[in-house]
Nanobody, 124 residues
Framework: VQLQASGGGLVQAGGSLRLSCAAS????????LGWYRQAPGKERDFVAA????????YDTDSVKGRFTISRDNAKNTVYLQMNTLEPEDTAVYYC??????????????????WGQGTQVTVSS
């Protein structure tokens, strides 16, 4: 599967952005999907993930209540709605996919498939 992320940009603190990640291929529904981010000078961190049919999600504590992951299997697309953004959310955001994984597993493994990153910058 090939992944293409988009939707990043510059936003003020407290604002919102929605990231999208479009996937190629006809097996999209067999992949768990996740979002990860890497801030300057830091390691890449897990943000959120969603299971095969979208029924289960899992996200890291720092984004709970602010970020929502969703997927549209008909459009082969996964989304990350980011609200109440903080300067600490500034990073390059990556989408990733792993076949037959669970949402929780996406927080523990390094997925096999990655999209290119999209920059999110939150100004104070």
């Amino acid at each position: 599967v090939q992944l293409q992320a988009s939707g990043g940009g510059l936003v003020q603190a407290g604002g919102s952005l929605r990231l999208s990640c479009a996937a190629s291929g006809r097996t999209f529904s067999s992949f768990a999907l996740g979002w990860y981010r890497q801030a300057p000078g830091k390691e890449r961190d897990f943000v959120a993930a969603i299971g095969l049919n979208g029924a289960s999600t899992y996200d890291t504590d720092s984004v709970k209540g602010r970020f929502t992951i969703s997927r549209d299997n008909a459009k082969n697309t996964v989304y990350l709605q980011m609200n109440t953004l903080e300067p600490e959310d500034t990073a390059v955001y990556y989408c990733a996919a792993q076949r037959w994984a669970t949402a929780q597993a996406m927080g523990l493994i390094v997925p096999n498939y990655w999209g290119q990153g999209t920059q999110v910058t939150v100004s104070s």
